[in-house]
């Protein structure tokens, strides 16, 4: 069966910022991705520094993993499931469009006492917002962002936090005024508790960022990302990033 998003679910995008559909995915097919990453993580402690292999571009800093960009090209099986339906269709009816471009596969390790975290951010600031290579022709930010949980995200091991709400306030140059996680928005801030197979639909505007790992446990996750036709003018590393993607129609 399909995996539509009701209309309420919709209104809640729109409202919040983001929506959570739980248990979109089967404890095996978590299982497969789970592998994957693990495959992934091999190769990537051995680096010291980024480097494209296989297809994929490992962001990595002394053995320090901080994400695999096109991370599909290198594990196809991830890349399969970047365009399954139950990701696609719903961001299909939240873009307003049955064709997408797919700008983002990525897989993000936060390893115990790794230090890896995320300031406060907008994911129109890392889609160039503003500058020649992005357009909101949908004129709702034209872009939808897919996370997976694929180990429970909970208080300790450096859950998302979001701003519920700071997307309608649009497009807010937080790069060009960076702040702490510990300030200005923390106050309104949530994290997102998640169990492996939950998926978080995220909307371009929604301020977000996460702090470090404090468990004894890794919190990996799945990012993909779709925009609306004709929206990226650019170029994103990684073999075969930017693929058009059809999704069963949103009717």
Known sequence: MLLRLTKSQIEEFYD???????GVFREAEIREIGEAFDRLRETAIKL???QMIEGAYFVVNDHKINRIVWCGAAE???LKYGGDERLTLPSSQLLGSDEMDQLICQAHFKLPADGVGFGWHQDSDHRRYGTDLWSDVNGRGSFVQTL????EMNEENGPLLVVPGSGREGHQFLKEHHSPLDAVFDGRSLPLLMDPGSVLFLGPYTVHGSKPNRSRHARRVFINGYAYPGANRRVYPGEGAGRKLVSPSNE
């Open 16 to 22: 919040a910022g983001y929506v959570v559909l739980p």
């Open 48 to 50: 010291t520094k980024p």
């Open 76 to 78: 196809p099986i991830l």
């Open 148 to 151: 997976m949980a694929v180990d």
